[in-house]
């Protein structure tokens, strides 16, 4: 997986490629555990995910956790494979899906 | 008026009219016979009284004769007198005898040539003393020897009357009595010595009979002993005539009857002819002086003329009351018969359906007039059968429209319901009892792979029955298009049918849903018998199932979902008591043993063969006893697929994280032929990465085997893994609650939660000392 990291201001912007699972996951962890100080918006790009699984489900519940405190949390393009899985797992109703 | 022949009326005229002629004939025969009874008696006692006086006068006269003859005879013979000794002797003895019987005209004495007295001439010897009017004078006589009176009494040798004649002396009629003198020898014999003549005038006789009175024109006649008439009132006749030649003239048999009732009777009456030949009754009365008869005779025309006047007035009487019996018969049975020929008249206008016909009126309380009511009562209920039968055959009529609307309702062969496929075979037969019945047998395709079969029977008969029939098969197929599951079907077509039964019927119903990959079936029974499998080695057996209550009885029914597997080749035979209970004459019922036996000896007939098959020997079963039920079957027989033959791959990896990309890499590589979708696939490469993060993690594993078997034909794909882990069934963890907030979730479990949600079916079970995850995928 391939993350591209985008910061302007305090908004940091990660576009995902390729597929977000127990393997990768720790990859994306990585880049947010304890760098989203000053951070009030996040954005994760989705476009080029090809699928999540709980492992990717659990840092983004992990962000939107530490999100809720200090500003917000948006997941843009996200396919409808992806969707899917938001929906079944009540992820829909958490995260903010643009 | 036409006479009919052949008809009541004049049959029965003509009976009673034959039945008075017989008692009229034999009244007047009776009464003829009376009658003739009574004149005979009548004349027997006029006859006899007429001729009693008579007859003892001439008794008296001639019995006077023959007594002076036999004295003078003897007196002869003792005195052997000759000469003027006889002479004297006869002059004297004749005068004497005149004296008290003047009608003795002569008396002779003729001796046989030798035995005359001394003194006598030689040769004949006879002195003749006769009346004359100048005085009794004594004459000679000869050639007597050869005469008829004289040898006649010396060949008797007694005294005899002779045949009267014509006197020559004297011209009148005259009867001679003649009897033999004896003589007394020297030795003492007594010899024949010659004939005393005794010559008696029977004038009077004439004069006799001509003076008795005889009533109605009858009169009196003298026979002599030959039967000639010697005194008749008519002169013409007497001397004449020979009645015996009369007689015969007439008829020979009457003067035979005649003479036979004379010898045999001293007196009596008789039916023959007078002289003149005509009919005649004769009473007769033999003379014991004299061989001579004396008759009365009274022409026929006379005494029968009282029996016929009496037998006319009876003939008159008897047709006058055969004219007026004729007259009653003939009215009576005319009005008998006219009213019974108007209402055959109006009875055949009635056979020939015209029930609006007239029936005429009879008016009194007979017979008659009870038929012509009971007419009119036929009429009337023959007109309301004959309406009624009318709409019966409306009825009828709607019965077979309705039978055709039910039968074109129920699917034919498996093209009309676009269920052909290479991995089965069905056929349905049904054989209603009536012409709509309450049995039903449905079979559809639920999706590409499964086959719902149905057979059922509504409670009841004809078009309730069938209604209900109607009713439950469109329920079930409406049912099965948003529904799946067998259970779920049956409890929804309950439902259904429960809640608007009014009329508390019911339906029973076998459904199964049959795999057509695996021939796996699901099945529930609402209170139907069970069906029966044919297995490709011809062994049937019963499916054991447990069957729910039927169906439209209670709302709230629950049906059990059960299952059984059909091996390809194995037949499904579904069916109705119609089958089972086929009855022959015997009342013995064809029952679930005779199913069986018939299904294992269809041999391996395809479904279509089978059905006639079974059919065929429930024929034979009943041998033509009637059909009360509907015979439905329904079979189907798994086929199977070599396409749907599962290929299976395999891989072995150490429970380290890092291996879980050459498990993916695996895995789609074994999928990638088959050509599935893009989603499919990431769903499965999630439930991969989902499931062996878990076995590493947690169950202490070295290992992990993943088999990928994959169906081409419905591209599905199974993957197991299997574990040597601690013992976990990851199915039975608690399912996250996933309406919670960020803040308030938990991350645990939702691994697998979303591997349940997106795989088609996910299943765990522990073999050994293993663990076997099993999810299956459509791809």
């Known amino acids: 997986m391939q993350i591209v990291k985008t910061q302007q201001d305090a908004t940091l912007t990660l576009a995902l490629e390729g597929r977000l699972d127990t393997l990768t996951s720790s990859q994306l962890d990585a880049e947010i555990q ?65 | 008026m036409k006479i009919n022949f052949h008809g009541l009326a004049f049959k029965q005229s003509a009976m009673i009219l034959l039945g008075i002629s017989v008692v009229f004939a034999a009244l007047f025969g009776f009464g003829s016979s009376q009658i003739q009874e009574r004149m005979s008696r009548l004349l027997l006692q006029k006859g006899e009284e007429i001729s009693r006086a008579n007859v003892a006068v001439i008794n008296n006269l001639f019995g006077s004769c023959r007594n002076f003859g036999e004295e003078l005879a003897v007196k002869i013979g003792d005195q052997q007198l000759a000469g003027t000794e006889l002479d004297d002797f006869l002059l004297r003895s004749l005068s004497g005898v005149r004296a008290t019987v003047p009608q003795v005209l002569a008396v002779v004495v003729a001796y046989e040539p030798g035995m005359a007295p001394k003194g006598a001439p030689e040769g004949e010897y006879m002195r003749l003393a006769h009346y004359t009017e100048n005085g009794n004078v004594i004459t000679d006589g000869g050639n007597y020897q050869e005469t008829t009176w004289y040898t006649s009494t010396r060949d008797s040798m007694k005294g005899i009357w002779q045949e009267p004649f014509i006197g020559q002396f004297i011209k009148e009629p005259i009867v001679i009595y003649t009897t033999p003198i004896f003589s007394t020898s020297a030795s003492g014999q007594k010899q024949f010595a010659g004939v005393l003549c005794v010559d008696i005038s029977i004038a009077f006789l004439k004069d006799m009979v001509a003076s008795i009175p005889v009533s109605n024109n009858g009169y009196a006649v003298v026979l002599s002993a030959s039967n000639m008439v010697i005194a008749h009132p008519k002169d013409e006749i007497t001397f004449k005539e020979n009645f015996g030649s009369i007689s015969k003239s007439a008829s020979r048999k009457r003067f035979d009857e005649f003479e036979k009732a004379v010898s045999s009777m001293k007196s009596g009456l008789f039916l023959g002819s007078s002289f003149e030949g005509d009919e005649a009754a004769i009473y007769f009365t033999a003379m014991e002086t004299i061989d001579w008869t004396f008759m009365i005779v009274w022409p026929a025309d006379s005494f029968l003329e009282e029996q016929r006047s009496v037998n006319h007035v009876f003939a008159w009487i008897s047709a006058g009351g055969y004219l007026i019996m004729l007259v009653i018969i003939l009215v009576i049975t005319f009005r008998v018969s006219r009213p019974l020929k108007t209402l055959a008249a109006a009875a055949e206008k009635l056979g020939h359906g015209d029930f609006d016909t007239e029936i005429p009126e009879v008016k009194g309380k007979d017979e008659i007039s009870q038929l012509a009511d009971a007419f009119v009562d036929m009429r009337s209920s023959l007109k309301e059968f004959v309406d009624k039968q009318k709409g019966l055959d409306r009825i009828e009529r709607e019965l077979e429209f309705a039978h055709s609307i039910q039968m074109g309702i129920l699917p034919k062969d498996e093209s009309e319901e676009n269920c052909c496929d290479s991995r089965h075979s069905l056929a349905p037969l049904m054989q209603p009892a009536k012409e709509v019945g309450g049995d039903f047998y449905d079979f559809f395709k639920i999706d590409e792979n499964h086959l719902a079969v149905v057979v059922g029977d509504a409670s009841g008969k004809s078009v309730p029955a069938a209604l209900l029939m109607m009713v439950s098969r469109i329920v079930i197929r409406t049912v099965a298009m948003h529904l799946q599951s067998v259970t779920e079907i049956l409890e929804e077509t309950n439902y259904e049918l429960a809640r608007r039964n009014k009329s508390v019927m019911f339906v029973t119903a076998w459904m199964g849903i049959l795999d057509l990959r695996t021939g796996h079936v699901d099945f529930a029974s609402a209170g139907h018998n069970p069906p029966a499998i044919r297995h490709k080695d011809g062994t049937v057996e019963y499916v054991k199932s447990k069957s729910g209550l039927v169906l439209a009885a209670d709302e709230k029914t629950t049906y059990k979902q059960q299952s059984l597997d059909l091996a390809p080749g194995d037949m499904l035979f579904l069916y109705t008591d119609g089958v089972t209970e086929a009855t022959n004459a015997e009342e013995v019922m064809f029952g679930t043993v005779g199913l069986q036996k018939a299904l294992s000896e269809s041999g391996n007939r395809p479904p279509v063969g089978a059905c006639h098959f079974v059919k065929e020997r429930i024929d034979e079963f009943v041998n033509g006893a009637p059909q009360f039920d509907d015979i439905t079957m329904l079979a189907v027989q798994f086929i199977g697929s070599k396409d749907n033959e599962w290929e299976k791959h395999e891989i072995v990896v150490d429970a380290k994280l890092e291996n879980q990309p050459s498990l993916t890499q695996f895995v789609e590589q074994v999928l990638e032929p088959l050509g599935g979708s893009m989603k499919s696939q990431m769903q499965i490469d999630v439930a991969i990465d989902e499931i062996f993060s878990n076995i590493v993690k947690f169950s202490g594993a070295n290992q992990v085997t993943l088999t990928v078997e994959t169906c081409k034909s419905h591209l599905m794909a199974r993957l197991s893994f299997i574990d040597g882990g601690s013992p976990y069934d990851p199915t039975s963890a608690k399912e996250p609650d996933v309406t919670l907030s960020a803040e308030e979730r938990s991350i645990g479990g939702l691994g697998l939660f979303i591997v349940k949600k997106t795989m088609d079916d996910v299943a765990y079970r522990r073999d050994g000392s293993k663990n076997i995850l099993t999810i299956t995928k459509k791809l």
Do not use: C, H, W
């Open chain 1, 34 to 98: 304890g760098k989203l100080d000053g951070i009030t918006s996040l954005v994760f790009d989705f476009a080029k995910l090809a699928y999540i699984s709980s492992a990717g489900l659990r840092i983004l519940l992990a962000a939107q956790k530490v999100m809720n405190k200090q500003g917000s949390m948006v997941i843009k393009n996200a396919g409808p494979e992806i969707r899917e899985i938001f929906d079944v797992t009540g992820f829909s109703d958490i995260l903010t899906l643009e």
